[in-house]
């Protein structure tokens, strides 16, 4: 399969693509941030439609996972936000139509279930959230709802929980993890998810959490995503210490 992956020069992209790699899939890589790689790069803006329109033309899918740099403050004002997380998504979806691209998948994360009550979370509560980011997170699975649902293009949300380069056990912001949390979820984990849900041609809009420790299952719907795709996290952060009881 060809897949545009936005966002793959991050965190998560870096780690995600893994996954494509190991079944060969082909990959176009977008980011406005220039990076090395050995797959085809697309440098460039997700907020403006022509840059866009051009980076999906060819290919058979998208994941998106580009965001708003959280430097210099920017989510405490809707502008960067909205322009590259909204804007960003509304102009993928809309490439994805022009270019008869069937099948999307949105990072989505389990900010948009801010206002989930009960002891477990459901895979598919309603996107609820506040902040900007959260706001932008709810928007963008609106969008791609309604992409769905009007122009017949399968969709899966993933809602993401705390992600963790599973190898170096550290965060975005390389800050180290000494202790297993619920929310862990391995960047490749993701990836795996994401590409399953590309093959499986039967589904069509679906919400899914994703994580990768064991813990999550007490409180996520994560049974769900494993049943619906027959998945298994493959990196359960098994080599960390659990936080002591209290
Ligand atoms: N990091 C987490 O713990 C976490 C948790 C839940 C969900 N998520 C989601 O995962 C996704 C990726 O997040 P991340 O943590 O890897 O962030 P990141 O900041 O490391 O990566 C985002 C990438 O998007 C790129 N980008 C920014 N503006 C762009 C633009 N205008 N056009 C094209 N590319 C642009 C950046 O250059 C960067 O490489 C986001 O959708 C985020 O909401 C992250």
Known sequence: MHVLITGAGGFLG???????EERSDKLR???????????????GDVADLDTVMKAAAGVEAIVIAHMAPRTNNAYD???KPFDINVKGTANLFHAAVKNNIKAVV???STSVMEYCKGDIHPHDAP??????YGLT???????????ALEHGIRVACLRVGYIVDGDKNVDKYGRKIEERAALDTDRRDIGEVARLFLERK????????VMSAPEAMISWDLRYTCERLNWKPKYDFSWLRLPPQK
């Open 29 to 43: 890589l977008m980011d406005v941030a220039s990076f090395s790689s050995p797959h085809e790069t697309v440098i």
């Open 127 to 132: 996107p609820q959230s506040k902040g900007y």
């Open 77 to 79: 004002f809707p502008t």
């Open 14 to 20: 870096k780690g995600l693509i893994i996954p494509f």
């Open 137 to 147: 997170k709810v928007c963008q699975e609106l969008i791609a709802e309604s992409f």
């Open 202 to 209: 039967d589904l069509a809009f679906e919400r899914f959490t």
């Open 106 to 108: 949105l990072i989505s």
